[in-house]
């Protein structure tokens, strides 16, 4: 009788430590949000980067950044990520034709799996004062 009871445990035990080793990745941004102060339309575009760390336990991997308009582009590394590494997302904003204060966003797509089975996002934020050419 106790050998049918802990072959049973045993196979739970060691099918909790297998999805365990396996992990998951997460990600940690040193900050959300940039605010540019004063952009002067007439100097051109102005770029910013978000350092962003895997902080889980298995490869993190961006699937994509955008951006809602085409006067922001966000450039990011398609390369996993291990875990506790660094890297960053780099963002140019076109004050072209734009006068006033500005918030633009940029959704970060990822590996990460929620638990209701949607992979994860992240908002960035921009925002700044356009100072029109004269």
Known sequence: MKRLFTIPAALMMLCSLTGAAKG??????????HDFGTVYEAKGPVTCTFTYTNSGS?????????APCGCTKPEFSAKPLAPGKKEKITVTFNPEGIAGEFMRTITVRTNIKNPD???KKVTLKISGVVIPKK
Do not use: D, Q
């Open 58 to 66: 298995a490869p993190l991997a961006l699937t994509t950044v955008s």
């Open 117 to 119: 089975g949607k992979k």
């Open 24 to 33: 998951s990745p997460e990600i940690s941004f040193a900050s959300a949000e």
